[in-house]
């Protein structure tokens, strides 16, 4: 009996609806991946964290209100560990990826990558084990 590959399960974080509505209609596309929720900034995604739906990857925005996606991104790594993060921006300065990394993000896309592009960056973020390593954009 083979064993089907355990379904990726992930969150959208971003404050532009539209943007947000689009990435997760792309994702649920990619088989073996489900998005769990959506979520407007980084205080709203830790509220439905707390409340028990915990996806394996989060995509989230960089600048957001209220709590962004640097601030976010420290507060999952104490809270969450295990939970991977993928940074979404429109900024490609390495200075930021570099801090980015440093705080614990498992990936770095750029808001105009291609759909192959995205999928291979939550599976590396999904598959990676050791330390946080940035997938290549």
Known sequence: MTSTPALIRLAVTDDHILFRKGLRALISGFPGMEVLFEAGDGEELLQ??????LPDVILMDLQMPN?????????????????RVIIISMHDEPE??????AEGAHGYLLKNA????????????????????????
Do not use: C, F, W
């Open 48 to 53: 439905r964290l707390d409340q028990g739906t």
């Open 67 to 83: 709590l962004d996606g640097l601030q976010t991104v420290r507060l999952l790594r104490a809270q969450y560990p295990r939970i």
């Open 96 to 101: 930021l990826i570099d801090s980015l990394k």
């Open 114 to 137: 291609s759909p192959e592009e995205v999928r291979g960056a939550i599976l590396a973020a999904h598959n990676s084990e050791s330390s946080p390593a940035l997938a290549s954009m």
